[in-house]
């Protein structure tokens, strides 16, 4: 089945240590997103990418560091620098065109220890 | 900037009975998306129903619509004949440009259908 595949489920982090979520897709989009979603709140975005080896930064890119080699992936590291990371992570695709919705992962909970 | 208001922290709603999920936004964007997406507790989000701002009718996919008066900025979703599996976390989220790039979300809300 066509579908995006986030992996882990859950991961947890040491302080000062860099991780790396890993989100792969099946569903031939251009287009990749990671999301960020704290307790109570909606989706925020961290980086997109709209095709292979391009990137961009969304809202609160900092802290955060994403590739993208292969329109299939789009892994996310969440580095030292990211001073609150405890989150639940979403990533999502979507084809590059107009009136058409993205596809979600389950996510991966992180969880800083 | 593109700004999602949902102020309904909560729900609850008799099962088969319908219910509106309100969502207000601003833009100052000709062109824009608005979108709504569904999160069971086990945290995917699920698309429901998409409203283009050229739209002239109201979009309707099965048991949801989707109330868009746009002079007034609001994209309210009706859900009709709940069903217990419709609890769950409601997000109204907004694009420019109609596509999904770059979504704006709402904080959300959350219904709960009693039986």
């Known amino acids: 089945d066509g579908g995006i595949t986030q992996s882990p489920k859950y991961l947890f982090r040491k302080e000062g240590q860099n991780v790396t979520l890993s989100c792969e897709q099946n569903?031939?989009?251009?287009?990749m997103y990671w999301y960020r979603q704290d307790p109570g709140q909606g989706l925020r975005l961290i980086y997109y990418?709209?095709?292979?080896?391009?990137?961009q930064k969304g809202d609160i890119a900092e802290g955060y560091s994403v590739s993208r080699e292969k329109k299939e992936s789009f892994p996310l590291t969440v580095t030292s620098a990211q001073k609150n990371p405890t989150a639940f992570y979403l990533c999502?695709?979507?084809?590059?065109?107009?009136?058409?919705?993205?596809?979600f992962g389950q996510g991966t909970r992180l969880t800083v220890v | 900037a593109q700004k999602i208001t949902q102020t309904q922290p909560g729900m609850f709603v008799q099962e088969k009975e319908a219910v509106t999920l309100d969502c207000t936004y601003d833009?100052?964007?000709?062109?824009?998306?608005l979108f709504w997406y569904k999160q069971p507790s086990s945290g995917e989000m699920i698309f429901l129903i998409y409203?283009?701002?050229?739209?002239?009718q109201n979009a309707t996919e099965g048991r949801y619509s989707l109330n868009f008066q746009k002079a007034r900025k609001s994209a309210n979703l009706v859900i009709s004949a709940s069903q217990l599996g419709d609890s769950a976390m409601y997000f109204c989220?907004?694009?420019?440009?109609?596509?999904?790039?770059?979504?704006?979300f709402g904080k959300g809300m959350k219904l709960t259908v009693n039986p």
């Open positions: 989220a907004m694009s420019s440009q109609g596509g999904s790039e770059k979504l704006v």
């Open positions: 409203q283009g701002s050229y739209d002239q």
């Open positions: 569903l031939n989009h251009d287009a």
């Open positions: 999502a695709s979507s084809a590059n065109r107009d009136r058409t919705e993205a596809f």
């Open positions: 833009t100052s964007d000709p062109s824009y998306g």
């Open positions: 990418s709209q095709i292979v080896n391009d990137f």
